[in-house]
């Protein structure tokens, strides 16, 4: 019954690799997001999808596309891995984008 | 552009100490404001979430104030304990689509 859950756990994978991390949320929400913690502990968001719409995507590589297919998921795929994509990438989601937040349990994803 | 401080980075405690976290924001048009933590290698989990109309939010030994004409927030932890060991985050959603912002974080080690 987790409210937030992302797949996989852990990803460790090759340069210039595609992967892709799951996320599914069965709070209801409407609205669903990307961030990304840095080595630092710093998060960014990346995206943010609003009933399947994207309303917010910052400054992200385009090798990195999120994939909305209904309001209780959203995908991220990232191709051509490069080791600077190192990092931990949560899911989030919240019933507005005003609402707080969810978060799952993060994705560290390590590129060598 | 919305900016959220917390200071200091970090901080040491000997248990049973009565504590206050502090958080700033740059931008009082915020819907809300939430606090995080964060225990090493894990997850984000919602602590408290404070509308923007409210003043402060309680939960057991944690008590969050807001104040959004002088732009800060705090957490206030009651008898501190070494479980409440952890990195605590602040957030605050703002602008047209709530992007929402980090402050950096607090680790905070409760000492025996």
């Known amino acids: 019954d987790t409210a937030v859950s992302q797949t996989p756990k852990y990803l460790v994978t090759q340069m210039g690799n595609d992967k892709s991390i799951k996320c599914e949320q069965n709070l209801g929400h409407d609205t669903m997001y990307w961030y990304k913690q840095d080595s630092k502990k710093f998060l960014k968001i990346m995206f943010s999808?609003?009933?399947?719409?994207?309303?917010i995507n910052e400054t992200v590589p385009n090798r990195f596309s999120p994939k909305s297919p209904d309001k209780a998921h959203l995908n991220l795929h990232i191709n051509s891995l490069e080791l600077g994509d190192s990092a931990v990438y949560f899911c989030a989601s919240s019933q507005t984008p005003q609402g707080g937040y969810t978060f799952g349990s993060g994705t560290r994803l390590t590129v060598v | 552009k919305q900016e959220v401080t917390q200071i200091p980075a970090a901080l040491s405690v000997p248990e049973g100490e009565n504590l206050v976290l502090n958080c700033s924001f740059t931008d009082s048009a915020i819907y809300n404001l939430q606090w995080f933590r964060q225990d090493p290698g894990k997850g984000l989990t919602s602590l408290l979430l404070i509308q923007s109309s409210q003043r402060e939010q309680t939960s057991g030994r944690l008590n969050a104030s807001l104040d959004k004409s002088s732009g800060r927030s705090t957490l206030y932890i009651a008898a501190s304990q070494p479980g409440d060991s952890a990195t605590y985050l602040c957030a605050a959603p703002t602008g047209a689509n709530s992007k929402l912002t980090f402050g950096k974080g607090i680790t905070l080690s409760v000492r025996p």
């Open positions: 999808y609003n009933n399947k719409e994207l309303i």
